[in-house]
Every structure is written in structure tokens, then in C-alpha cells.
């Protein structure tokens, strides 16, 4: 099979781009890095069976479906899994529990606590969602500017 001109030149192009990619692979990865931070793909993520015990800062989103002894505080949202927990405070933007939140949770958006979800312990949010068979047992201030309002201390 005889290959034309054109299909030679893009089979040379991609074996090279190829080849190129092996052994820069730092800077693609860095690259791809950088293109999921500017889509918003960029996460952090406790997985079941893991455990963290201390103070948490995040630049980006949070899931939790292990257990977390502490405070987390995030600019983004923070998702509590299923088989999420966490005994502390949270600060974010936004949250959404599935899980088992022990603890004060400021959101300075919106907190959505699911059917599967249960917080014991205050809630500061401007928007607050709750499904039916949710459970909530403590305080709730909703509202207003909640920026300033309960530092995760």
C-alpha cells in the first residue's frame, strides 16, 4: 500500500508528537493540569476507607466519602458522599451533604442537605435545600451576607 504525500506528512507529525509526549511527560501532565484548574474539573477527593485528621485548606472542590476528624475550609464546594463524615467545621462556598456532618457548616451560597444526608450541629447559609428524610438537628441561620459569619474554630 503506497501512502500519499499528505497522509506520510500527519503519520510523521503524530509519530513525533507522540514521541515527544513520552518524554516531556511532566509538561503535558502539567498542561493537563492546567486546562481541568480553568474548566473547574479540578477536585480533591477523600476516598472510603481513608481517614484525615487535622485542618484542611482547598483552593478548589472537596469530596468526602471517608471520615474527616477536623476542619476543612474550601473556596469551592464540598460534596459529603454517602459514605462521607466529617466530625468539625466546614467553611465553603457551597455544599451538598449525602452523608454525616458533625459540626458548625458555613456556606456563603448554598448548602443542599439530600434524603441521605444528616447534620447535627449549626448551619449558617444564604440558600439552604433540604430533601424529604433529611435530617437536621441543631441551628439554622439563613440569609444575608454570611461572609464574617462562624469561623471553622
Given at each position: 500500500m503506497?501512502m500519499?504525500?499528505k497522509s506520510?506528512?500527519?503519520?510523521?507529525n503524530?509519530?513525533?508528537k507522540q514521541m515527544s509526549?513520552?518524554?516531556?511527560?511532566k509538561?503535558?501532565?502539567?498542561i493537563?493540569a492546567?486546562?481541568?484548574q480553568?474548566?473547574?474539573?479540578?477536585?480533591?477527593a477523600?476516598?472510603?476507607?481513608?481517614k484525615?485528621?487535622?485542618?484542611i485548606?482547598a483552593?478548589?472542590?472537596y469530596?468526602i466519602d471517608g471520615?474527616i476528624e477536623g476542619?476543612?475550609s474550601c473556596?469551592g464546594k464540598?460534596?459529603?458522599g454517602?459514605?462521607g463524615?466529617?466530625?468539625?467545621?466546614?467553611?465553603c462556598?457551597?455544599?451538598?451533604?449525602l452523608?454525616?456532618?458533625?459540626?458548625?457548616?458555613?456556606?456563603s451560597n448554598?448548602?443542599s442537605?439530600?434524603?441521605?444526608?444528616k447534620?447535627?450541629g449549626?448551619?449558617?447559609?444564604?440558600?439552604?435545600i433540604?430533601?424529604p428524610?433529611?435530617?437536621?438537628?441543631?441551628?439554622c441561620?439563613?440569609g444575608?451576607?454570611?461572609a464574617g459569619?462562624g469561623?471553622?474554630?
Amino acid at each position: 500500500m503506497r501512502m500519499s504525500k499528505k497522509s506520510c506528512k500527519f503519520a510523521r507529525n503524530f509519530v513525533c508528537k507522540q514521541m515527544s509526549t513520552m518524554f516531556n511527560r511532566k509538561k503535558t501532565e502539567n498542561i493537563m493540569a492546567n486546562d481541568r484548574q480553568q474548566s473547574g474539573m479540578m477536585f480533591n477527593a477523600l476516598t472510603a476507607g481513608s481517614k484525615i485528621v487535622g485542618t484542611i485548606t482547598a483552593d478548589s472542590d472537596y469530596r468526602i466519602d471517608g471520615l474527616i476528624e477536623g476542619d476543612l475550609s474550601c473556596t469551592g464546594k464540598v460534596v459529603i458522599g454517602e459514605a462521607g463524615r466529617v466530625k468539625g467545621n466546614i467553611m465553603c462556598q457551597n455544599a451538598e451533604i449525602l452523608g454525616i456532618m458533625d459540626g458548625k457548616i458555613t456556606c456563603s451560597n448554598q448548602l443542599s442537605l439530600r434524603s441521605s444526608g444528616k447534620i447535627t450541629g449549626d448551619v449558617i447559609t444564604k440558600t439552604l435545600i433540604v430533601e424529604p428524610g433529611a435530617l437536621l438537628n441543631g441551628t439554622c441561620s439563613m440569609g444575608g451576607n454570611t461572609a464574617g459569619k462562624g469561623d471553622a474554630k
